[in-house]
């Protein structure tokens, strides 16, 4: 029988549902209303009302999350850098293996992040020829918005390089802000610097307990990020026989 769904997956194809509908409307305005725009040059998002601002609001609400271990809805994989989200073994950590499979998965990291650096050059060269503009920057922004939820619960690229299991096993989960908000980097302005800037708060925290609590992040001394206890069943279809 199949199984049911469970609720933290009902959960996030709604939010999945919600982002595209987000991308398409933004799109919308920027065809037929790019005056509301306007709010990502400099000052002007103290100075103009845009329904920017409720995805700027969004935006931060979701990356504070990530930094604060209060909102209790995350799911494991992300909030797995809290003390609260960790489940030792009885027995002793086996620290010489805990080291390999962090440094593995480290270089694996350098590889996604090397890989888009690439891709933000390649926007960043298509900005500063000004065959895009600010808007089409803000735009790429929502689109990966969208492309961060398929990459949950559709398909993952960076799978491929990283060869982790699942969202909740994965080494760069939460750099899905920092990803998403890269984009702006380039364009300045109130708008896109306070959310990079905490963009890259969520990322360094992130990284930090990587360094401090290494084991909180494997499942071979968290167990709750194994296959038997996972309550938020994320993952794809394909990743499901594991579980058996």
């Known amino acids: 029988m199949r199984e049911p769904m469970s609720k933290m997956r009902k959960n996030y194809l709604v939010r999945l549902v ?9 799109v ?11 709010v990502l040059e400099g000052g002007r998002f103290f100075t103009e009302i845009s329904p920017l601002h409720l995805l700027w609001v969004l935006w931060m609400f979701d990356m504070l999350c990530q930094l604060v271990p209060v909102w209790k809805k995350l799911p494991v994989g992300s909030g797995k850098l809290f003390r609260g989200r960790f489940r030792p073994f009885k027995e002793t950590v086996n620290y010489p293996a805990l080291r390999n499979h962090i440094i593995a998965a480290t270089r694996a990291a350098y590889k996604v992040f090397f890989l888009w ?25 929502v689109c990966f918005y ?23 096993t994965c080494r760069i989960f939460n ?13 300045g302005g109130f ?54």
């Not at 394909?238 to 579980?243: D, E, F, H």
């Open 18 to 26: 919600l982002r595209s509908l987000i991308f398409v409307a933004f």
């Open 28 to 38: 919308l305005l920027f065809i037929f209303k790019p005056e509301f725009f306007s």
């Open 117 to 141: 650096v690439g891709l933000l050059a390649v926007i960043a060269a298509l900005y500063y020829t000004r065959v895009i503009g600010k808007e089409i920057l803000f735009l790429i922004s």
């Open 146 to 168: 969208v492309c961060d939820l398929i990459c949950v619960l559709i398909w993952c690229p960076f799978r491929l390089i990283m060869k982790n299991r699942c969202c909740t």
């Open 175 to 187: 750099w899905d802000h920092l990803m998403m908000m890269s984009p702006m980097i380039f364009m």
């Open 191 to 244: 708008y896109s610097v306070s959310l990079i800037l905490v963009a890259v708060a969520a990322f360094l925290a992130w990284e930090l307990c990587i360094l401090m609590y290494p084991e909180r992040f494997w499942e071979q001394s968290n167990a709750a990020l194994q296959c038997c206890e996972c309550t938020d069943k994320l993952c794809t279809q394909y990743c499901r026989k594991l579980r058996k």
